[in-house]
């Protein structure tokens, strides 16, 4: 299992947000949705070299026939 942690532009992200419809996004409330959203409109719009840090964990498993 591989445990990352980077920064990340908001602008470089923007648009995966707004994609709601092929993403897990689709699991948060329409109102918390629409609400994070405009504040990362917000934050690009006021700062776009704006950065959050990001945290996330791969695991990969592999099987074999037998």
């Known amino acids: 299992m591989a ?3 980077e920064k990340i532009r908001v602008s470089d992200y923007l648009s995966y947000a707004e994609n709601r419809d092929i993403s897990i996004l689709t699991l948060i409330d329409d109102q918390d949705y629409q609400e994070g959203l ?3 409109r917000y934050d690009v719009k006021r700062n776009p070299e704006k950065t959050i840090v ?3 964990a791969e695991m990969f ?4 026939k037998g």
């Open 61 to 64: 498993c592999i099987s074999t």
């Open 3 to 5: 445990y990352r942690l």
């Open 54 to 56: 990001t945290d996330f």
């Open 38 to 40: 405009e504040k990362m």
